[in-house]
Structures are given as structure tokens and as C-alpha cells.
């Protein structure tokens, strides 16, 4: 089960377990009463948490997975759930996250004119932003954050293959690749699908520029954004994500466009563009690889940085109400009539 689990996440799952500890320390319970924990006992340490942050759900998950590895099946009750959505309500107001900027179309054109298409390195960097914003993905199923390549987590160049580009009518072309790590279905891994899609910054196009042109001819088992590197050992280095953001932040700063320092600003951005463009939220969903009530949470926050996707009031009105309208639409579609 741990292989499952990110370090990331295995670090704030141990969070949750070392607080409950506490907490069980605090109240004077027995070590053999505090597992496996009751709906009761969950809600009052979320209840005990209130005002303490925001993460209180990662806690309970945390705590949730320590049971499971043990043996013990649990999920969250309607006490449990009511204590996490009161438990919102005390939030402090310096340890809510704003919502994160969207990266649009015009950083990836921005992108496409001050990079240097010479370099192997900014042609991952190109390569990498495109896919990512159009394919509607996590950047770290596409970037590395650091570390060694590994390949049970890490998509390969091997998953690329330009001959299997489909015709689906109207001109348009699309190109299935296979990512071995999910973070819902993680070791059976999801396709991403890639579009031709109307613009100068085509996610086939700019693949292929990185592939055959910027770093052509390495091995298939190289991390997909590697970059053909004289001076490395294998001759070539992978494309990490500091180093991705820290080369789209300069060409963003020099373009005048708005810092964006979060590499989940992609999909975000990708999603916005889509649901703007009038696709069909079913589409997107299928893109994102959402289930529906999943796809409408994350709609939801897509909403609240409608604001920063234009400055226009008129413009930020029109687009709150069509999206406003097409939730409606989707729940009824879906049968959602309680999105918790």
C-alpha cells in the first residue's frame, strides 16, 4: 500500500498520526483505546482542530490510511463529514490559500516567443507547458519534481508514439499517451489526450518540436522532457520542476505577465480554456479524468479564478453566468443533487 503513496503524502499522513497522538496523550487516552478510532472520537479531534489551519482533511486521512495498512476498514461518517465542513468555518484567515493563478493562452504564447527553440533545455520547457495546459494534467505527470527518473511513476519517451496520431473529423487529430502513475488510480497508471487544438501553441506540435528537433535521438527510456545534454554522463539531463518553472517564470516576468509560481496553474489553466471555449463539460471531465462529482469540486474552484482571467467586469459577469448555468445543467445531467 505505501507504494501507492507519494512521499509527499506519506509525510502529511504521518502528520496526521503524530497529532492524533497528541491529542490522545492530551486527553489521557490509553494507548490500547485509541485505535481503531470511532466516528465520535474522529469528530472531536476535527472539532479539536478548528482554528489550528486547513489541512484538518489530510489529518483524517491520514489517519484513515494508518487503519487501513492495519487492517481495519473506515470511512467517513455524516459526524465525521459534518465536523469537516463546520470545521471550514474556523479557518484563520492567514492560513487559507487564495486561489492559485491560471496560466492562459497568452504565457504559453508568451512562452512560444521568448524562448530559445536552439536550446534543448527550453524546448522541453516549451514542450512540457504545452502538453501539460492542453492535456489538462498534473505537471508532475509530465515533470519530475527532482530525484532519479523512476519509471513505475515517471512517463518515458517511449510513450510517445507520432503514428498513432487519430483523424476524428473537422480537421482535428489527436494522440494518446500513457502515463504509468495516477494519482487516482495510481500503478494502473491513465491516458492523457492530446489535441491538435486552434492555436499556435498545439500540444502535438510543440511534443514533436522536442522530440525530433530540440533532443532527438535518445533512448525511449528516457524521461519524456529529457534534454539532449553534451556535458551529463548519458547524454542528456531530466527536466525537473524547479527548473521548469524557474525558466517560465523569467520569460512570464519578461512578457509582463503575472508571476505564477505553481505548476498546478496548468491544469487549471488548460480546464478554464476548455470550459471558455464552449466544449462540453462532459469532454473536459473526460480530459481531466474526473469523476463527475470530482469534476464539479474542481469546477467549483475554477469559478473562484474566473476574476483572474480577465480584468473586464463585463467579461468576468458573462463568464460566471455561462458557467453559472452550465453547472446546473451538468447536475441534472449527472443526477448530483448534493455536491458534498
Request: one cysteine or more; charged letters at 25%.
Amino acid at each position: 500500500l505505501l507504494v501507492k503513496i507519494s512521499l509527499d503524502t506519506r509525510s502529511t499522513y504521518a502528520a496526521g498520526l503524530l497529532r492524533y497522538i497528541q491529542w490522545c496523550e492530551a486527553l489521557g487516552i490509553d494507548e490500547e483505546d485509541r485505535f481503531p478510532i470511532s466516528q465520535e472520537r474522529m469528530a472531536m479531534f476535527v472539532t479539536y482542530q478548528n482554528g489550528k489551519g486547513a489541512d484538518v482533511a489530510h489529518l483524517v486521512d491520514g489517519l484513515r490510511f494508518w487503519m487501513l495498512i492495519n487492517g481495519v476498514e473506515w470511512t467517513r461518517g455524516p459526524l465525521v463529514k459534518a465536523a469537516l465542513g463546520g470545521h471550514k468555518n474556523f479557518v484563520p484567515e492567514d492560513a487559507k490559500r487564495p486561489p492559485r493563478p491560471p496560466v492562459t493562452p497568452e504565457h504559453l504564447t508568451a512562452l512560444r516567443a521568448g524562448l530559445n527553440f536552439r536550446d534543448p533545455l527550453e524546448c522541453a520547457v516549451y514542450g512540457a507547458a504545452c502538453v501539460s495546459f492542453w492535456g489538462v494534467c498534473r505537471l508532475g505527470e509530465m515533470v519530475p519534481k527532482g530525484g532519479s527518473f523512476d519509471k513505475s511513476r515517471h512517463v518515458a519517451r517511449g510513450a510517445v508514439d507520432f503514428e498513432k496520431i487519430k483523424g476524428v473529423g473537422n480537421q482535428m487529430r489527436t494522440l494518446t499517451v500513457r502515463i504509468p502513475f495516477d494519482k487516482v488510480k495510481k500503478t494502473e497508471g491513465a491516458d492523457v489526450l492530446l489535441m491538435n487544438v486552434e492555436s499556435d501553441t498545439s500540444p502535438l506540435h510543440a511534443l514533436k518540436w522536442h522530440l525530433e528537433e530540440g533532443s532527438p535521438n535518445l533512448p525511449e527510456t528516457a524521461p519524456l522532457f529529457a534534454y539532449a545534454d553534451e556535458d551529463a554522463k548519458e547524454g542528456w539531463t531530466m527536466l525537473t520542476k524547479p527548473k521548469f518553472l524557474k525558466i517560465c517564470e523569467r520569460v512570464w516576468c519578461d512578457a509582463g505577465l503575472p508571476s505564477i509560481p505553481y505548476g498546478h496553474s496548468l491544469r487549471i489553466g488548460g480546464t478554464t480554456e476548455f470550459l471558455l471555449r464552449g466544449m462540453d463539460p462532459d469532454r473536459v471531465m473526460m480530459l481531466g479524468r474526473w469523476s463527475s462529482r470530482a469534476f464539479l469540486r474542481y469546477w467549483r474552484k475554477v469559478e473562484q479564478i474566473v476574476p483572474l482571467w480577465s480584468s473586464a467586469n463585463e467579461e468576468v459577469e458573462r463568464i460566471t453566468k455561462m458557467f453559472a448555468e452550465a453547472i446546473i445543467s451538468f447536475k441534472q445531467k449527472h443526477g448530483i443533487t448534493n455536491e458534498g
